[in-house]
């Protein structure tokens, strides 16, 4: 069992910066993904930013290039810095520790960002 849980969250002016953090209860080395999914109400869940064990990134294009995932192993904490904040950012942010063997994962409890237009 793999506890994680997400901080940072808060309300952003468009335009602004807010860093999420992601601290499992254990040691990341052994997960095989950690990932961020958001969801705004009446949508669904997305993947918005993955990091393999290996350091191997993935963003959508919805993303791409205005958020960033990044891990410290000695932490055990896995981050999301985003930057130009759209006000279509505006969700509840995921962290997400994700198995290959056996196939399990583990979520958080969530964090909220609000991006004000």
């Known amino acids: 069992q793999v506890q994680v849980a997400e901080s940072g969250g808060g309300l952003v002016q468009a335009g602004g910066s807010l860093r999420l953090s992601c601290a499992a209860s254990?040691?990341?080395?052994?997960?095989?993904?950690m990932r961020w999914f958001r969801q705004a109400p009446g949508n669904q869940r997305e993947l918005v930013a993955s990091?393999?064990?290996?350091?191997?990134?993935y963003y959508p294009n919805s993303v791409k290039g205005r958020f960033t995932i990044s891990r410290d192993n000695a932490k055990n904490t896995v981050y999301l810095q985003m930057s130009s904040l759209k006000p279509e950012d505006t969700a509840v942010y995921y962290c997400?520790?994700?198995?290959?063997?056996?196939?399990?994962?583990?979520w958080g409890q969530g964090t909220q960002v609000t991006v004000s237009s």
């Open positions: 997400n520790a994700e198995f290959y063997q056996p196939a399990r994962s583990y």
């Open positions: 990091i393999s064990s290996s350091g191997n990134t």
């Open positions: 254990g040691s990341i080395l052994s997960i095989n993904n």
